[in-house]
Nanobody, 123 residues
């Protein structure tokens, strides 16, 4: 059974940082692209950041480029999202996604979703 588990969400003030973790089991982790998406209630789920199998390629939404960094440690079957200089508009539930193709930037690419972790940025 495939499981995708996120952790690391919380409540922070604008300008602060958080690091999200995503651990995947039940599939060949090294063969999968992994991505983070986010969603506010009533809004469309949007792509945030993705990383290719092996980690050679990373890609970001324009709204987070330069502030967020995605990385992976295949030995731990874990992907991280370092989020710096957080803004109130980053408030959302963040979802980790696993994709069997080489890219993971649109919802149709996704094979498995996690349950999500809440990030709230507020003063």
């Amino acid at each position: 059974q495939v499981q995708v588990t996120e952790s690391g969400g919380g409540v922070v003030q604008p300008g602060e940082s958080l690091k999200l973790s995503c651990t995947v089991s039940g599939l060949t982790f090294g063969d999968h692209a992994i991505a983070w998406f986010r969603q506010d209630p009533g809004q469309v789920r949007e792509f945030v950041a993705g990383i290719s199998p092996g980690g050679k390629r990373t890609y970001y939404a324009d709204s987070v480029k330069g502030r967020f960094t995605i990385s992976r440690v295949d030995a731990k079957k874990t992907v991280y999202l370092q989020m710096d200089d957080l803004k109130p508009e980053d408030t959302a539930t963040y979802y980790c996604a696993a994709c069997s193709g080489g890219s993971c930037s649109v919802i149709p690419d996704v094979n498995v979703w996690g349950q999500g972790t809440q990030v709230t940025v507020s003063s």
